[in-house]
């Protein structure tokens, strides 16, 4: 969707936009596609990047704003579409900054030995929790999905250090009214720009939030490194607004080109952003294996996260497989069947459960009970 289009619907202009935000497109995911339709997809392509099958993850970790449900988490639909037979899965809720986060952790647990292979998905669909008929939001969204595999590996680097930071004083700037435990009618702020189930934000508080996190953030985790900031190869930060980024870069004292930006094509993905525009630069060649790089989200929360990591792929001897993608194939298509199965036998035991009368249920039940006492 180009901010053409926008403007065929909502007061704006391509200008205003691009000059505003430096967006001039976003995707969104047709009427069949959810967060986690979008975040299977991420995933298997982050395994067959890998080279390893579903049945070798040991955990998978779904950020998310915009899940399908409050629960089942989005993490466990894509584990059971994956096949991934032996896998943990939960989702993590820490808004633009769920997916630093959310390698964190699996850094952590894979170190400490409790794990081997984890998935790390960002995954949203904010297109269905914009108000559409607010320009101060819907512009800025788009939805995606990005992931990454993490294995224990002999070689050296991987995360070298992280920074996880929340202000939830800052609540009220940025959210989604949703069903949950709270009485959305005794919330002292809710009027018509806080919509159950829509979007609301502050943008110029949340611009300012931004602008002054990166650096200090970016600058502790460099810190924790050992390392300074002429050891960076590349940022790749959330991608919310080039203006925030020119501001973090003019803060940092580095040259812009040192952040990795796509939020021209994608808009603000959230969650997904970093892992999106990671892949893009691997994928140009813009992060080889040992280079040293930087990952840095802010958001909802508000909440926001840096990191430092050295690049690098486990030699092929660690995960030379043959026919593994065949394998892969294989396994999804056994998982979609075991799913759909399941789900219908349950459904057909449902009918039969409903049209039997419930005399003749009785009398099961008593013959059941006699044969027993004989
Ligand atoms: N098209 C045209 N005009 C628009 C508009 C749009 N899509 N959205 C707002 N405007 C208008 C406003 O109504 C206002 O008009 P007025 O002066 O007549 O009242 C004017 O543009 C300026 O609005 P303002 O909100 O001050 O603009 P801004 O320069 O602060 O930019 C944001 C607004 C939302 C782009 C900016 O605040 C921002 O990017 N904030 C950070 C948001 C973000 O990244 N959030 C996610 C973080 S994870």
Request: hydrophobic content about 40%; glycine content about 10%; some cysteine.
């Given at each position: 969707m180009t901010n053409q289009d926008l403007s065929a619907f909502i007061d704006t202009t391509d200008e205003w936009i691009v000059s505003r935000t430096g967006i001039r497109e976003r995707?969104?995911?047709?009427?069949?596609?959810?967060?986690a339709t979008l975040g299977l997809k991420a995933a298997q392509a982050a395994l067959d990047i890998a080279d390893i099958l579903p049945t070798e993850i040991d955990l998978i970790i779904c950020a998310t704003s915009t899940p399908e449900y409050i629960f089942p988490s989005t993490a466990s639909l894509i584990q059971a579409w994956l096949g991934a037979s032996t896998s943990g899965a939960f989702d993590l809720s820490a808004a633009c900054s769920g997916f630093v986060y959310g390698v964190d952790m699996a850094t952590q647990a894979i170190k400490s030995g409790s794990i081997r292979t984890a998935v790390v998905i960002g995954t949203e669909t904010f297109s269905r929790i914009l108000d559409w008929t607010d320009r101060g939001t819907c512009i800025l969204f788009g939805d995606g999905a990005g992931a990454v595999v993490l294995t224990a590996s002999s070689v050296e680097g991987g995360v070298l250090s992280s920074v996880l930071r929340s202000d939830g004083s800052g609540g009220d700037l940025l959210g989604v009214p949703s069903v949950g435990s709270i009485d959305i009618s005794s919330i002292p702020t809710l009027d018509e720009s806080h919509k159950m189930g829509k979007m609301f934000m502050n943008g110029g508080e949340v611009f300012k939030f931004a602008t002054r996190v990166i650096g200090e953030s970016?600058?502790?985790?460099?810190?924790?490194?050992?390392?300074?900031?002429?050891?960076?190869?590349?940022?790749?930060?959330?991608?919310?607004?080039?203006r925030i980024i020119q501001a973090a870069a003019r803060s940092l004292k580095v040259d812009e080109s040192i952040f990795v930006c796509n939020m021209d094509r994608y808009a603000n993905t959230s969650a997904a952003s970093i892992p999106i525009a990671l892949v893009e630069a691997v994928q140009q060649g813009r992060i080889k294996p040992g280079d040293n790089i930087a990952f840095v989200g802010f958001g909802g929360g508000l909440s926001w996260a840096a990191m430092v990591v050295k690049w690098?792929?486990?030699?092929?001897?660690?995960?030379?497989r043959v026919l593994s993608r065949q394998r892969r194939q294989v396994l999804y298509r056994v998982a979609w069947w075991r799913v759909l199965l399941g789900r219908t036998l349950r459904q057909l035991n449902d009918v039969i459960n409903r049209i039997r009368p419930e005399r003749?249920?009785?009398?099961?039940?008593?013959?059941n009970y006699d044969r027993s006492e004989r």
């Amino acid at each position: 969707m180009t901010n053409q289009d926008l403007s065929a619907f909502i007061d704006t202009t391509d200008e205003w936009i691009v000059s505003r935000t430096g967006i001039r497109e976003r995707h969104i995911a047709s009427d069949k596609e959810t967060t986690a339709t979008l975040g299977l997809k991420a995933a298997q392509a982050a395994l067959d990047i890998a080279d390893i099958l579903p049945t070798e993850i040991d955990l998978i970790i779904c950020a998310t704003s915009t899940p399908e449900y409050i629960f089942p988490s989005t993490a466990s639909l894509i584990q059971a579409w994956l096949g991934a037979s032996t896998s943990g899965a939960f989702d993590l809720s820490a808004a633009c900054s769920g997916f630093v986060y959310g390698v964190d952790m699996a850094t952590q647990a894979i170190k400490s030995g409790s794990i081997r292979t984890a998935v790390v998905i960002g995954t949203e669909t904010f297109s269905r929790i914009l108000d559409w008929t607010d320009r101060g939001t819907c512009i800025l969204f788009g939805d995606g999905a990005g992931a990454v595999v993490l294995t224990a590996s002999s070689v050296e680097g991987g995360v070298l250090s992280s920074v996880l930071r929340s202000d939830g004083s800052g609540g009220d700037l940025l959210g989604v009214p949703s069903v949950g435990s709270i009485d959305i009618s005794s919330i002292p702020t809710l009027d018509e720009s806080h919509k159950m189930g829509k979007m609301f934000m502050n943008g110029g508080e949340v611009f300012k939030f931004a602008t002054r996190v990166i650096g200090e953030s970016i600058t502790q985790a460099l810190d924790i490194a050992g390392l300074t900031i002429a050891d960076l190869k590349a940022i790749v930060p959330h991608q919310a607004n080039i203006r925030i980024i020119q501001a973090a870069a003019r803060s940092l004292k580095v040259d812009e080109s040192i952040f990795v930006c796509n939020m021209d094509r994608y808009a603000n993905t959230s969650a997904a952003s970093i892992p999106i525009a990671l892949v893009e630069a691997v994928q140009q060649g813009r992060i080889k294996p040992g280079d040293n790089i930087a990952f840095v989200g802010f958001g909802g929360g508000l909440s926001w996260a840096a990191m430092v990591v050295k690049w690098g792929v486990p030699p092929p001897e660690e995960r030379g497989r043959v026919l593994s993608r065949q394998r892969r194939q294989v396994l999804y298509r056994v998982a979609w069947w075991r799913v759909l199965l399941g789900r219908t036998l349950r459904q057909l035991n449902d009918v039969i459960n409903r049209i039997r009368p419930e005399r003749g249920r009785m009398e099961r039940l008593r013959r059941n009970y006699d044969r027993s006492e004989r």
